[in-house]
């Protein structure tokens, strides 16, 4: 029966490719974390988007209406109760000694705002700033939207973070779903954000019209290699509304199965564990008007829970793979935090460590995990 104990193991950690009798593999195993504070986001749905992407429903994703157009050279009624209600919200904060936040404007391309619009949103950033209620913004855009004078103007705004919503490098991918971009483009947006000395975000669809697991992987690869410091994975599913759920009904497209999406988002994270890089998001916020609107797709609620078990059952094996190691049992030292997904959803993967031959686990606050192999 497999035992678990809150204490140290009876051994001393060696090195990774250690396989002598006894040996222990070590992992290290930080998980990376962008900042403490909270953020208290803006949704600009569409809000400076010059055409809709085939599997984009914002208004269904974020739980906000859509922004309908202002007069010419103005700033729409909706934008400005939007950002009264963000400031609010932080001088509530404020007013509790809660420390500063980090604000953040999302669900449209903030870099082709109008020009009035995104005045007032920098405006609402600067004075929200000098108040003492935030410490910094970040924003969400298009690859194809940044260009070296607007990030400037950013960063002199008080801007930290650009996220861009890259969703694949993909060609076949990007072509498919109508992005207007190339790889190439994308490429040259997380150059220029970092060029600015801004810290770059990308967000990632994996199961785009077009995109495979291997795309995928290989698009995770290109993300960590371009820079990026955190990133955002967003299995595509089917909302109503959008030009993919009539792709769909007409049989061009099929959403990724959730075990495929599964197995592909554990080797993204672990990736990006192993390169120090977090990811902060992984799937759709749940929202009642996005449950009534889906069709179809890999959505879970425990989906980040059962990426990360996956993540750390493979992480295990590779390392005993590495290590040539096929032993009939063994231990793992864990850290304290891994309790909440060392067996995904319903304990659905206990089971599959027993049969690699776990008989014991050791809880331990070191931000490592160890592989005994021998003396359990």
Same mark, same amino acid.
């Given at each position: 029966?497999?035992?678990?104990?809150?204490?140290?193991?009876?051994?001393?950690?060696r090195?990774?490719?250690?396989?002598?009798?006894?040996?222990?593999?070590?992992?290290?195993? #930080?998980?990376?974390?962008l900042?403490?504070?909270?953020?208290?986001?803006?949704?600009l749905?569409?809000?400076?988007?010059?055409?809709?992407?085939?599997?984009?429903?914002?208004?269904?994703?974020t739980?906000?209406? !859509?922004?309908?157009?202002?007069?010419?050279?103005?700033v729409?009624?909706?934008?400005?109760? &939007?950002?009264? *209600?963000?400031?609010?919200?932080?001088?509530?904060?404020?007013?509790?000694?809660?420390?500063?936040?980090? /604000?953040?404007?999302?669900?449209?391309?903030? /870099?082709?705002?109008?020009?009035?619009?995104?005045?007032?949103? %920098?405006?609402?950033?600067? +004075?929200?700033?000098?108040?003492?209620?935030? /410490?910094?913004?970040?924003?969400?855009?298009?690859?194809?939207?940044?260009?070296?004078?607007v990030?400037?103007?950013?960063?002199?705004?008080?801007?930290?973070? &650009?996220?861009?919503?890259?969703?694949?490098?993909?060609? #076949?991918?990007?072509?498919?779903?109508?992005?207007?971009?190339?790889?190439? *483009?994308?490429?040259?947006?997380?150059?220029?954000?970092?060029?600015? +000395?801004?810290?770059?975000?990308?967000?990632?669809?994996?199961g785009?019209?077009?995109?495979?697991? *291997?795309?995928?992987?290989?698009?995770?690869?290109?993300?960590?290699?371009?820079?990026?410091?955190m990133?955002?994975?967003?299995?595509?599913?089917?909302?109503? +509304?959008?030009?993919?759920?009539?792709?769909?009904?007409?049989?061009?497209?099929?959403?990724?199965?959730?075990?495929?999406?599964?197995?592909?988002?554990?080797?993204?994270?672990?990736?990006?564990?192993?390169?120090?890089?977090?990811?902060?998001?992984?799937? %759709?916020?749940?929202?009642?008007?996005?449950?009534?609107?889906?069709?179809?797709?890999?959505?879970?609620?425990?989906?980040?829970?059962? &990426?990360m078990?996956?993540?750390?059952?493979?992480? &295990?094996?590779?390392a %005993?793979?590495?290590?040539?190691?096929?032993?009939?049992?063994?231990?793992?030292?864990l850290?304290?935090?891994?309790?909440?997904?060392?067996?995904?959803?319903?304990?659905?993967?206990?089971?599959?460590?027993?049969?690699?031959?776990?008989?014991?686990?050791?809880?331990?606050?070191? !931000?490592?995990?160890?592989?005994?192999?021998?003396?359990i």
């Amino acid at each position: 029966m497999l035992q678990t104990f809150f204490s140290r193991p009876p051994h001393s950690g060696r090195s990774f490719s250690a396989s002598a009798p006894g040996s222990v593999l070590t992992l290290p195993w #930080h998980m990376p974390r962008l900042s403490k504070a909270c953020v208290v986001p803006v949704f600009l749905p569409f809000g400076g988007c010059h055409a809709r992407c085939v599997f984009c429903a914002q208004h269904e994703q974020t739980g906000q209406t !859509p922004c309908p157009p202002g007069a010419p050279g103005g700033v729409r009624a909706d934008l400005s109760a &939007v950002l009264a *209600a963000a400031r609010r919200e932080l001088e509530s904060r404020a007013a509790r000694g809660l420390p500063p936040a980090e /604000t953040a404007f999302y669900g449209g391309t903030f /870099t082709a705002l109008p020009p009035a619009e995104m005045a007032a949103c %920098l405006h609402f950033a600067r +004075g929200a700033r000098n108040g003492g209620l935030v /410490t910094s913004f970040r924003v969400s855009t298009r690859p194809d939207r940044v260009d070296a004078a607007v990030l400037e103007r950013l960063r002199g705004e008080g801007c930290g973070i &650009v996220e861009l919503g890259v969703q694949s490098f993909a060609e #076949h991918a990007l072509a498919a779903s109508r992005r207007g971009y190339d790889r190439s *483009a994308a490429l040259e947006a997380c150059a220029r954000v970092r060029a600015a +000395g801004l810290r770059l975000g990308v967000q990632l669809l994996p199961g785009m019209p077009g995109h495979s697991p *291997a795309d995928f992987a290989a698009d995770v690869r290109l993300a960590l290699d371009a820079g990026a410091e955190m990133l955002r994975f967003y299995p595509c599913l089917v909302l109503e +509304g959008t030009e993919l759920a009539r792709i769909w009904r007409g049989g061009g497209y099929a959403p990724w199965p959730l075990d495929v999406t599964l197995g592909a988002l554990a080797h993204a994270w672990l990736a990006a564990l192993e390169a120090g890089v977090p990811v902060i998001r992984m799937g %759709l916020a749940p929202e009642e008007s996005l449950a009534r609107s889906l069709l179809a797709g890999p959505v879970d609620p425990a989906l980040g829970c059962r &990426v990360m078990g996956r993540g750390l059952l493979l992480a &295990v094996r590779r390392a %005993l793979r590495r290590a040539q190691e096929d032993r009939s049992s063994f231990a793992v030292q864990l850290p304290v935090a891994a309790q909440g997904y060392v067996w995904g959803a319903r304990r659905e993967l206990r089971p599959v460590w027993e049969d690699m031959g776990l008989e014991r686990i050791f809880w331990s606050r070191e !931000p490592v995990v160890r592989i005994l192999l021998s003396g359990i």
